[in-house]
T-cell receptor, first 114, second 117 residues
């Protein structure tokens, strides 16, 4: 099984550019989420989705958009990148009810904004 | 607001030593979940354990054990007879009762554990 797949693994952007981080899972998980990991701050929730067509904001949503048109995919869009968005981004998925909090993570996408 | 504190930023021990990673949490909820995740050098986070707020029984899984104490709001993780493969960043996390399946985990800052041969 592929599990949770994130692309790209590395990306360098200039301030003001836009891009989309892709996330796909093949486990038929209803719940998907995006976190960012910064040194000394652990992981912080950006956006999450409990199913296709349903998304909501997490702790640090500003500057990011998401959509969930299918169960498998949950892309994260940066509309106008800023240096403060330099981070490692993780996508995670899980079964919605059966095992609360048991998240399956992707390998991460390292983003640098110059 | 929920908060998780891992006061130990880095720990370094020699192989076969026992090591305890501390985790202190804050929440006003009566129903909540606590977790530990491992982040090896490869980068992805791996789920280790979940505990709900009504289950204070300690748990042991091989060389790993977890001590949950509501009286001190702590959920500590002990590795017995550590091995080099245990080297990783470990995260403690907390979530409220997942209403409608929204599993919003709040993570601590992480503890980088290095096991030296």
């Amino acid at each position: 099984n592929a599990g949770v797949t994130q692309t790209p693994k590395f990306q360098v952007l200039k301030t003001g550019q836009s891009m989309t981080l892709q996330c796909a899972q093949d486990m038929n998980h209803e719940y998907m989420s995006w976190y960012r990991q910064d040194p000394g701050m652990g992981l912080r929730l950006i956006h999450y989705s409990v199913g296709a067509g349903i998304t909501d904001q997490g702790e640090v949503p500003n500057g990011y958009n998401v959509s969930r048109s299918t169960t498998e995919d949950f892309p994260l869009r940066l509309l106008s990148a800023a240096p403060s968005q330099t981070s490692v981004y993780f996508c995670a998925s899980s079964l919605r009810h059966r095992r609360p909090g048991e998240l399956f993570f992707g390998e991460g996408s390292r983003l640098t904004v110059l | 607001a929920q908060k998780v504190t891992q006061a130990q930023t880095e720990i370094s021990v020699v192989e076969k030593e026992d090591v305890t990673l501390d985790c202190v949490y804050e929440t006003r909820d009566t129903t909540y979940y606590l977790f530990w995740y491992k982040q090896p050098p490869s980068g992805e986070l791996v789920f280790l354990i979940r505990r709900n707020s009504f289950d204070e029984q300690n748990e042991i899984s091989g060389r790993y054990s977890w001590n949950f104490q509501k009286s001190t709001s702590s959920f500590n993780f002990t590795i017995t007879a550590s091995q080099v493969v245990d080297s990783a960043v470990y995260f403690c996390a907390l979530s409220e009762d997942p209403i409608q399946g929204a599993q919003k985990l709040v993570f601590g800052q992480g503890t980088r554990l290095t096991i030296n041969p």
